[in-house]
């Protein structure tokens, strides 16, 4: 299981650091992506870290805005999320990749799915 944590409601402008946690399973072994889905919008990708933390891949509206990092000693996995704005949000999810498939886009790739955590951004 995955657990997104860290969403909230912050003002235009600001920050919030979301964090992606297992349990029953090692995310060492996985490449993690972030989505997010807006009210009836589809699912979009965010951003994908390979399982070395060397490569990382975003979306256009999201590169140089949020980062992502991880811990693989806390086994955690996390969204920095800077100047935000009331397009982002969305309840954001984090979802785990097979490490030897390259970093995708694609919802249907991922392979386990936690339950995700609501970013409120008010303007």
């Known amino acids: 299981q995955l657990q997104a944590s860290g969403g909230g409601l912050v003002q235009a402008g600001g920050s919030l650091r979301l964090s992606c946690a297992a349990s029953g399973r090692t995310l060492n072994s996985y490449a993690v992506g972030w989505f997010r889905q807006a009210p009836e919008k589809e699912r979009e990708f965010v951003a994908a870290i390979r399982r070395s933390g060397i490569s990382t891949y975003y979306t256009d509206s999201t590169k140089g805005r949020f980062t992502i990092s991880r811990d693989n000693a806390k086994n955690t996995v996390y969204l920095q999320m800077n100047s935000l704005n009331p397009e982002d949000t969305a309840v954001y999810y984090c979802?785990?990749?097979?490490?030897?498939?390259?970093?995708?886009?694609?919802?249907?790739?991922?392979?386990?799915w936690g339950q995700g955590t609501q970013v409120t951004v008010s303007s």
């Open positions: 979802a785990a990749l097979p490490a030897d498939q390259p970093l995708t886009s694609k919802v249907a790739e991922y392979t386990y």
